[in-house]
């Protein structure tokens, strides 16, 4: 997002060397004064800004709810977890306390429901181009998967169908994701005119 290593800004690490934070209610963030390339397309380039998924870059500060949140970083609109995937949110047994699903700034489900949430993020964002679209406007979108970060979970459609596993039915389900949004940009006439990126954060 920042172009910039996470440890620069105080993002990597507390007591434990690879959390910055261990829970939601923890106070601090993402660095105000940080530029993400969000900002720097929507206010420079004409840009809208879309993000769906998973944040973990911290909630609230000390005095003020959602501080951290993506639409203080750039983003139009968000839909998303502020939290992040966590055995605490193990399908059907998700947590309260850790498993939330946000809309901008506005708490949708606590728990979320695992089940369905690739589905419900995908469609996130092929409505977020197909509006961009419609305007006529440039538009970066941000999409970070919970897969294949456990807990592991699938949709009906994507449970027991792969050889390899639980991992492989998360493996097959990010893919068929990806596929439909590649899919959407395609059917909309930009694929030829869209930079995609696909990194991953953690190696797995």
Same mark, same amino acid.
């Given at each position: ?10 993002m =990597? ?12 209610? *923890?106070?601090?963030g ?5 530029l =993400? ?6 206010d ?9 998924? %998973? ?8 005095t003020? %709810? ?8 750039g ?14 949110? $193990? ?13 901008? $700034? =506005?708490?949708?489900? *606590?728990?979320?429901h ?5 589905? *419900? ?13 419609a ?11 919970? $897969?294949? $970060? ?8 994507? =449970? ?9 039915d ?8 990806v ?26």
């Amino acid at each position: 997002l920042t172009g910039r290593l996470a440890h620069r800004f105080g993002m =990597t690490a507390n007591v434990l060397p690879w959390r910055v934070f261990m829970m939601p209610c *923890q106070p601090g963030g993402f660095p105000p004064e940080e530029l =993400t390339v969000a900002e720097i397309l929507r206010d420079n380039g004409g840009y809208t800004t879309g993000m769906s998924g %998973k944040w973990h870059l911290g909630i609230n500060n000390l005095t003020h %709810k959602g501080a951290h949140l993506p639409l203080e970083h750039g983003f139009d609109s968000w839909l998303g977890l502020p939290y992040t995937n966590m055995e605490a949110c $193990h399908e059907g047994e998700e947590s309260a306390f850790f498993c939330m699903l946000m809309g901008n $700034h =506005t708490l949708i489900q *606590q728990p979320f429901h695992a089940q369905n949430m690739t589905s *419900q993020l995908t469609t996130h964002s092929i409505d977020f181009i197909r509006n961009a679209v419609a305007r006529e406007k440039p538009f970066f979108l941000l999409h970070s998967y919970m $897969h294949v $970060h456990t807990a592991l979970f699938s949709s009906p459609a994507f =449970t027991n169908v792969s050889e390899g596993g639980p991992f492989g039915d998360n493996v097959e389900e990010m893919d068929d994701s990806v596929g439909q949004i590649v899919r959407e940009l395609d059917e909309l006439g930009i694929e030829n005119n869209t930079v995609i990126f696909f990194t991953s954060d953690n190696g797995n």
